[in-house]
């Protein structure tokens, strides 16, 4: 298990895992598991990209075996893994001949269809029928779609999406060997963000959930108090790891909607892009470079911005600089990380952003649809972006989508001042007033989660300033502080009725857990997931004094009409704190 679950990490490790296995198995009389192993052995050698004309002659007889003892699932798939060795030796009729020879029955694994859509489409290229390489894709992620459609849990569905990696890894290889604009946001589109187009659907009223919830915030409470005090948390923690366990199985169960939607075209797309004068960013890394799509309303571009590991190198540091930056430090101190942090920041926003300089223009409104690699990037505070509306959505057909649904005004808002927040009372105070008779305010005494969800429940608009966490483990862990304790991304998850936009004051909140395939995982994609529109937040720690601030510009605008990028923007731009803002807009911001 442990060879299998490397095979897509760390190819090597993998194979040396399941020979040792292989042996273990052997030397025990476990013919029908040591046969297994050899198998994972295999497919981790054909993984890490070997040619050894061997494997063809190994392949087979692993596969007889394991068709003896019965496994057919298994023998099928180490013939598909050796059709990729003979591929890559040009020997296609073996390579047909072992693809011909899988006959995939209905209760086959979906990995083992998705397996051989990959090498169909690996045995296409090689023929020079590049169309058909690109259908199999298509295909083999339309079969991974109807799967993850099945679930209801966003927690299930983004775990899913590795088993599609490789064909998505394909299909963009591809379209950026094509270099058609139109061809490289389709395949954007079809291969990263999978669960974006899985249509949402309510979970079922689940009471029996909802107190396991209870139960692990009062727990988390208990933990905190503890340790306060001194006294050993180990057995506290062991109950509530467990908990956690329990409420993410439970939540495996819900049913999914089973509607896939297809993704928007890039013709679809720049219709509302030239209505509101719009720019759109995708980056793209495939073979260890990054490109950039860039479309306007009436121009499409692929740019070559050079090697990955020159940004890689840029991130590795610039989160750290970020969370510092928000400490109140001392000023000759605090000047030190400020100017590596700008630096970072130019830098990034050289290799990034200014080699599209002369299409994003000087106040063009910037959509820039995510990929994994980026997604902690403070966008709003590069140099070439700060001041102006920008937003990021799950996908740029969502995006599409949101501009076509019907307005809904903001009728009320929802303020909630969590615990332990120096001007989280402040913060809430100034921004209700915005709002005057249409506000409601949760004040930090009466921040529970039930008081919490009530005000979720009737609010067009909710602000909550509020210590925050975000799990990389457990994404959907990641809570908020409230005063009997966090409100996690489950707790979502189950509201009846979402606001539009949700305004996250809470370190961390923005940040996501990327997973396999570029799919990312947090707070704000929970609420995204559960129906918000909007969701302004920070992939980074927060500076209280500047989330004050920024945030009660912001709702003077937003009360007033102003769509949510454009007061997000215009509140940073006149206090100036465009440097030192991180919040930005999650969704359809504008």
């Not at 039930?450 to 300033?465: I, K």
Request: glycine residues 8%; contains cysteine.
């Amino acid at each position: 298990m442990l060879a299998r679950l490397n095979l897509r990490q760390d190819a090597r490790e993998a194979r040396k895992v399941a020979r040792r296995a292989a042996r273990l198995f052997s030397n025990r009389g476990s013919d029908a598991w040591a046969t297994k192993a050899e198998a994972v052995a295999l497919a981790a050698e054909v993984m890490n990209d070997s040619r050894r004309p061997a494997l063809l002659d190994e392949a087979a007889d692993i596969a007889g075996r394991l068709r003896t003892q019965g496994l057919v699932h298994d023998a099928s798939a180490v013939l598909l893994q050796s059709a990729r060795v003979a591929v890559r030796l040009d020997d296609l009729p073996t390579a047909r001949g072992r693809v011909r020879g899988v006959r995939q029955r209905a209760d086959a694994p979906l990995e083992n269809r998705l397996l051989q859509h990959e090498v169909r489409a690996e045995l296409s290229l090689a023929g020079g029928r590049r169309r058909d390489a690109m259908q199999h894709v298509r295909d083999g992620l339309a079969s991974l779609h109807d799967w993850q459609s099945s679930f209801g849990s966003l927690d299930l569905q983004s775990s899913l999406v590795g088993h599609g990696r490789g064909l998505a890894v394909a299909g963009l290889r591809m379209a950026v060997e094509d270099g058609r604009p139109e061809v490289v946001f389709e395949w954007t589109e079809r291969a990263r963000a999978l669960t974006s187009r899985v249509a949402a659907v309510r979970p079922p009223d689940d009471p029996d959930g909802a107190a396991r919830l209870q139960e692990l915030r009062e727990l988390h409470a208990q933990i905190r108090a503890a340790d306060a005090e001194g006294r050993p948390v180990v057995a506290l923690v062991r109950k509530s790891s467990r908990l956690q366990q329990q409420i993410r199985e439970r939540a495996w169960h819900d049913p999914g909607s089973g509607l896939v939607t297809e993704p928007t075209t890039l013709d679809q797309l720049q219709a509302p892009l030239g209505q509101q004068d719009g720019v759109m960013l995708v980056h793209v890394v495939t073979h260890g470079r990054l490109r950039l799509l860039v479309a306007t309303g009436d121009d499409t571009r692929v740019l070559d911005l050079g090697e990955w590991a020159p940004v890689g190198r840029i991130l590795d540091g610039l989160r750290a600089d970020l969370d510092v930056s928000a400490a109140h430090l001392p000023l000759p101190l605090r000047q030190v990380v400020l100017d590596s942090l700008d630096d970072r920041l130019a830098t990034l926003s050289e290799h990034l952003v200014a080699p599209a300089a002369d299409l994003i223009g000087d106040d063009r409104p910037v959509l820039i649809v995510p990929t994994g690699r980026l997604a902690g990037t403070p966008w709003t505070m590069l140099p070439g972006l700060r001041g102006r509306p920008v937003t990021m959505p799950r996908s740029a057909s969502l995006w599409v989508a949101h501009q076509h649904a019907p307005d809904h005004p903001r009728r009320r808002a929802a303020f909630v001042a969590g615990p332990r927040v120096e001007r989280a009372a402040e913060e809430v105070r100034r921004a209700a007033a915005a709002w005057g008779e249409r506000a409601v305010v949760v004040a930090s005494a009466d921040a529970t989660a039930a008081h919490v969800t009530e005000a979720a429940h009737s609010a067009d608009v909710m602000h909550v300033a509020a210590h925050g966490r975000h799990s990389a483990d457990n994404p959907l862990f990641s809570g908020l502080e409230l005063a009997d304790g966090p409100w996690f991304g489950y707790d979502i998850d189950r509201l009846s009725a979402v606001p539009r936009t949700v305004v996250l004051s809470a370190c961390e909140l923005g940040r996501s857990t990327v997973r396999w395939g570029e799919e990312t995982v947090g707070m704000t994609q929970a609420w995204l997931h559960a129906g918000a529109c909007t969701v302004i937040a920070s992939p980074a720690s927060v500076d209280d004094d500047v989330a004050c601030e920024v945030l009660a510009e912001t709702h003077v605008r937003l009360a007033a009409g102003r769509a949510p990028a454009y007061a997000l923007a215009d509140a940073t731009d006149a206090l100036g704190l465009g440097a030192r803002s991180s919040f930005m807009c999650f969704g359809a911001g504008w």
